[in-house]
């Protein structure tokens, strides 16, 4: 039975992994899903092999998540095509061993994992309504996180642990705070834990750097579609269809940090993100 059909959805990250993974789950249902990819070659790879299966209906579209201009460039193209949206399942995600910084200088894991993707929800909850949900993929990597208010891009002392953990710890204060504030529309925000999954995330494009370690892991982690699951499920089953403000693994509702269920850290977040985006 196709239970998304009519219904119109933005999955970010889509041209591999558990992002692939989650626009085929999400069209196969009859849902109109659009590909949001940072690169064209990649992101025309996986549509094609995608609309292998002629009846998916998918919409292919560009955007780099580290790029204010370019997430409000994605936005607008999208409100000149479509009158709504129903799912929006922000699954890309960014790791890196070494420091780097997005076109506005913020620290690239922060800046893509959580300020981008606050950013393109922003310029998007206009198209959406009653019923409509948000997703947002976090990780359990969030429990080791802290918000380093006082040196958000982690200037001083930079690691990949430090850096990651901040950015998933905001996925999920993110989540918390949104739901709050959208209660009386009626649109949902889940956020999720993929569990240990096998991506290219975190393989250097350049170097292909990492590519070795993940091949020797890769038997030990589950596949995209098994990762892709959760994200799934809160996008589309009934069951969570008046869930809001949690935080999931492997379909269920699950224990995060003391520090990500902090209301006022999830407000202050919130506030210092906007202003982090005021004027740019």
């Known amino acids: 039975m196709e239970r998304l059909v009519g219904k119109t959805a933005i999955v970010t990250g889509a041209n591999s992994g558990m992002g692939m993974a989650t626009v085929k789950a999400l069209s196969d249902e009859g849902a109109t899903v659009i590909m949001l990819c940072r690169s064209e070659k990649r992101g025309l790879e996986a549509y094609n092999k995608l609309m292998e299966n002629k ?3 998918l919409d292919l579209m560009l955007c780099d998540l580290g790029d204010y201009d370019s997430i409000r460039s994605f936005a607008k193209q999208v409100k000149e095509k479509y009158t709504k949206l129903d799912i929006l399942v922000n699954n890309a995600g960014f790791i890196s061993l070494d420091r ?6 913020l620290e690239r894991q922060f800046g893509i994992n959580h300020v981008g993707h606050f950013l393109l929800t922003s310029e998007l909850i206009d198209l959406m309504s009653e019923g409509s949900r948000i ?9 080791a996180g802290k918000i380093h208010f006082d040196d958000i891009n982690l200037t001083k002392r930079y690691n990949v642990v430090k850096a990651y953990s901040q950015s998933k710890l905001a996925n ?3 989540t918390r705070e949104l739901a709050r504030r959208l209660s009386d529309r009626g649109i949902t925000v889940n956020c999720c834990h993929p569990g240990a999954v096998a991506t290219n995330m975190g393989v250097s494009r350049e170097t292909g750097f990492g590519k070795t370690i993940t091949g020797i892991l ?9 990762g892709a699951r959760t994200a799934v499920f809160l996008a589309m ?3 969570v269809k008046s869930t809001t403000g949690e935080y999931f ?6 224990k995060s ?4 269920k902090d209301v006022k850290l999830a407000e202050d977040l919130f506030s210092f993100t906007e202003k982090l985006l005021e004027n740019r």
């Open 249 to 254: 693994y492997k379909c269920k509702i699950a």
């Open 218 to 226: 890769r038997p030990f982690f589950q596949t995209p579609e098994e």
């Open 55 to 57: 009846n998916r209906k």
């Open 237 to 239: 089953d009934e069951s």
């Open 257 to 260: 940090s003391k520090r990500s």
């Open 172 to 174: 999920v204060l993110f």
């Open 100 to 105: 780097q910084e997005t076109k506005e200088g």
């Open 135 to 143: 997703v947002i993929v976090a990780s359990g990597a969030h429990k």
